[in-house]
């Protein structure tokens, strides 16, 4: 019996953190990837541009914990591989006005003042507040993660071309020869399976997940780098968790500079092209940073390095999407960072390569297609 011809193992649509981990972790493991994204290399249409981001053990549930092992675990596997620094690891403190909000290995609940000041000392907290400390939490490189996660994709044989979208694709075959047909702007390709990590534009390639996501415009400011109270151990990684909005922090790492950002809703279409910040926002930013972290002058006219705005997809419950469609299980989703998928690249491009592999992943049900699906 004559076999169809593959053009590819895997195709990934979407070159984001998670579709780019996806490519690289599948490419480590022999198989035959290519990658599409619709914009340049280096665009900021999504949510992965831009030099640092957080990493932290603490998380509102356990269910968490795990997973953010296996991301731990995945970013020394990278560093080991690509033979750079990848996590800068600086501690954290994440700031409530009420005691327990967060957990994780090593976290410790903070209400004594002398205590929240050894641990931050450039940190100003509203009196009366509490603190989880995470002291394996810190700021990541990702810029030249993602960098260097492409690299090795390429240099393992994985085909990444940007500026070519994915716009459909259809299953073919059944039982073992089950795959799909990948239709983009210029080419037409044949692979077993598809891994899906385009974010805000899910829904344009699985429409029966469209209802769950909303995409947001974050604004984050960087401060100019040097400042003695921005460095760690005077300053870690942290949030505060404001009435208005989270508001959350990254210390002065390698010359990085003081960076921090508010999450606050402000809903955005993907096709729409990001508004750069406002004078009226990078000021009002600056004030709370100067308020949190007073002894860094935060002034928007000779102080910040680089304001920036870029889109967050979010889900209501924060949680992220991921698993096989039911009907066709040879597509996995990827998708849906929520503010704080970044520091999950590598595990979950393990959980894509698995689950493209044939490799159950019952540890990911909390975030799984199947519980979405059935919840709607």
């Given at each position: 019996?004559?076999?169809?011809?593959?053009?590819?193992?895997?195709?990934?649509?979407?070159?984001?953190?998670?579709?780019?981990?996806?490519?690289?972790?599948?490419?480590?493991?022999?198989?035959?990837?290519?990658?599409?994204?619709?914009?340049?290399?280096?665009?900021?249409?999504?949510?992965?541009?831009?030099?640092?981001?957080?990493?932290?053990?603490?998380?509102?549930?356990?269910?968490?914990?795990?997973?953010?092992?296996?991301?731990?675990?995945?970013?020394?596997?990278?560093?080991?591989?690509?033979?750079?620094?990848?996590?800068?690891?600086?501690?954290?403190?994440?700031?409530?006005?009420?005691?327990?909000?967060?957990?994780?290995?090593?976290?410790?609940t903070v209400s004594d003042p002398d205590r929240l000041r050894e641990l931050a000392p450039g940190l100003s907290l509203p009196d009366g507040w509490h603190a989880v400390s995470d002291p394996d939490a810190g700021v990541l490189e990702a810029g030249a993660a993602l960098h260097a996660a492409r690299a090795a994709a390429r240099t393992d044989?994985?085909?990444?071309?940007?500026?070519?979208?994915?716009?459909?694709?259809?299953?073919?075959?059944?039982?073992?020869?089950?795959?799909?047909?990948?239709?983009?702007?210029?080419?037409?390709?044949?692979?077993?399976?598809?891994?899906?990590?385009?974010?805000?534009?899910?829904?344009?390639?699985?429409?029966?997940?469209?209802?769950?996501?909303?995409?947001?415009?974050?604004?984050?400011?960087?401060?100019?780098?040097?400042?003695?109270?921005?460095?760690?151990?005077?300053?870690?990684?942290?949030?505060?968790?404001?009435?208005?909005?989270?508001?959350?922090?990254?210390?002065?790492?390698?010359?990085s500079g003081y960076k921090a950002g508010t999450d606050t809703e402000r809903i955005w279409g993907p096709e729409r092209p990001v508004d750069p910040a406002a004078a009226d926002e990078v000021a009002a930013l600056c004030t709370l940073m100067s308020r949190h972290v007073p002894e860094v002058p935060a002034h928007p006219s000779t102080d910040?390095?680089?304001?920036?705005?870029?889109?967050?997809?979010?889900?209501?419950?924060?949680?992220?999407?991921?698993?096989?469609?039911?009907?066709?299980?040879?597509?996995?989703?990827?998708?849906?960072?929520?503010?704080?998928?970044?520091?999950?690249?590598?595990?979950?491009?393990?959980?894509?390569?698995?689950?493209?592999?044939?490799?159950?992943?019952?540890?990911?049900?909390?975030?799984?297609?199947?519980?979405?699906?059935?919840?709607?």
């Open positions: 019996m004559t076999r169809t011809v593959l053009d590819a193992d895997v195709v990934v649509a979407g070159l984001g953190v998670h579709g780019t981990a996806a490519a690289y972790e599948l490419a480590a493991r022999g198989r035959r990837v290519i990658g599409f994204d619709r914009f340049g290399e280096g665009h900021r249409r999504g949510s992965s541009h831009g030099r640092t981001r957080m990493i932290r053990r603490a998380y509102p549930n356990p269910v968490w914990n795990p997973l953010v092992e296996r991301a731990y675990v995945g970013w020394r596997r990278w560093e080991r591989r690509t033979g750079e620094t990848l996590l800068h690891r600086t501690g954290g403190l994440y700031a409530h006005p009420e005691p327990g909000q967060l957990q994780g290995p090593g976290c410790e044989g994985a085909e990444l071309s940007f500026d070519e979208p994915v716009l459909s694709w259809m299953p073919v075959g059944s039982g073992p020869d089950a795959g799909v047909v990948v239709h983009t702007g210029r080419r037409s390709v044949r692979a077993r399976r598809l891994v899906v990590a385009t974010a805000g534009w899910v829904p344009d390639l699985v429409p029966e997940l469209g209802g769950l996501f909303s995409t947001w415009r974050i604004l984050t400011v960087t401060l100019r780098p040097g400042h003695p109270a921005a460095v760690p151990p005077s300053l870690p990684a942290f949030s505060v968790h404001r009435p208005q909005g989270l508001m959350f922090g990254l210390p002065d790492v390698a010359g910040v390095a680089e304001a920036r705005a870029c889109l967050y997809t979010m889900t209501t419950d924060r949680r992220f999407v991921i698993g096989r469609l039911p009907a066709t299980p040879q597509v996995v989703v990827t998708a849906a960072c929520s503010g704080h998928g970044f520091k999950f690249g590598p595990a979950v491009g393990e959980a894509a390569a698995d689950l493209c592999d044939g490799i159950d992943r019952p540890d990911l049900d909390f975030v799984g297609v199947t519980r979405r699906l059935t919840a709607a």
